[in-house]
Nanobody, 118 residues
Framework: QVQLVESGGGLVQAGGSLRLSCAAS????????MNWFRQVPGKEREFVAS????????YYADSVKGRLTISRDNANNTVYLQMNRLKPEDTAVYYC???????????WGQGTQVTVSS
């Protein structure tokens, strides 16, 4: 099992930038596909981005392509979400998630709030 702790959220004006971090525990971080999701009150949690174990493959929701970038540092057990040209509709709680390719389980962090003011 892996434990995840997000950080880096906050309040930013539209057009600004933030970088979210997700620190993972354990020595098997490199075996997990890492993801970012987001959720606003009253709506389902939605996929934002994912990165493969090596970092060589990345996938994005259409709504964030060209503005958000996912990356990972396997030496430091951390995954990042660089968020540029932020929009008010990006306001949400952002969650880090780790997918085990062995068990099929998904592990979640506690979330970090991102608020974009217009």
């Amino acid at each position: 099992q892996v434990q995840l702790v997000e950080s880096g959220g906050g309040l930013v004006q539209a057009g600004g930038s933030l970088r979210l971090s997700c620190a993972a525990s354990g020595r098997t971080f490199i075996t997990y596909v890492m993801n970012w999701f987001r959720q606003v009150p009253g709506k389902e949690r939605e996929f934002v981005a994912s990165v493969s174990q090596s970092g060589g493959s990345r996938y994005y929701a259409d709504s964030v392509k060209g503005r958000l970038t996912i990356s990972r540092d396997n030496a430091n057990n951390t995954v990042y979400l660089q968020m540029n040209r932020l929009k008010p509709e990006d306001t949400a709680v952002y969650y880090c998630a780790a997918d085990s390719v062995f068990s099929g389980s998904r592990f979640w962090g506690q979330g970090t709030q991102v608020t974009v003011s217009s």
